[in-house]
């Protein structure tokens, strides 16, 4: 769980007061479309599912069952916790808010960690290239594989060269 939920429940009170409650939450009454045709109201509601799963880290996970059917299970599953009456149906998502709810909760996370990544002033944003630089030995030898590395322009004696051409030049001619 997030520090922010933990602190307040101990183990008795989440069992017997919130995981019944949370279980309720994290079902609410989605019409099976695009998240793009969701009304004001039903995006603030998806919005606030996807933060009390991240908060108490729940999530869809996509499976395989023996038949060979993809499915959609709730991971930790508190409904193991909750439910004690099997023929007693609870309301139940589809597969495609499952799927769009299991998306959202991913992409909520992304956006935590790069604002948390942005806004932390201890560590600076570096560029692609100083973190390469600061991957180099202290003896100055560069761990970068070697296509990364950077190349150096290599001194060519030019006498050499000269002598080599007017050789390939004569020997055409003949």
Not at 82 to 108: G, H, M, T
Not at 135 to 148: A, M, S, V
């Amino acid at each position: 769980m997030q520090p922010s939920a933990r602190v307040y429940c101990n183990r008795i009170s989440l069992v017997l007061d919130i995981l019944p409650l949370l279980s309720i939450i994290i079902l609410p009454p989605f019409r099976p479309v695009s998240l793009h045709l969701y009304t004001k109201d039903e995006k603030e509601s998806m919005l606030k599912v996807v933060n009390v799963m991240i908060d108490y880290n729940l999530n869809y996970v996509q499976e395989r069952t023996q038949d060979g059917v993809y499915v959609y299970n709730l991971e930790p599953n508190i409904e193991e916790l909750v439910v004690f009456d099997n023929q007693n149906k609870r309301r139940a998502l589809s597969y495609s808010n499952k799927q769009l709810i299991s998306r959202e909760i991913e992409l909520e996370k992304l956006r935590r960690c790069e604002t948390a990544k942005a806004g932390d002033p201890a560590k600076p944003k570096m560029t692609d290239r100083s973190e390469k630089r600061e991957k180099q030995t202290k003896d100055g030898e560069n761990q970068l594989p070697n296509h990364l590395q950077k190349l150096q322009v290599k001194k060519v004696d030019v006498s050499k060269t000269v002598s080599v051409f007017l050789l390939i030049f004569v020997l055409y001619s003949l």
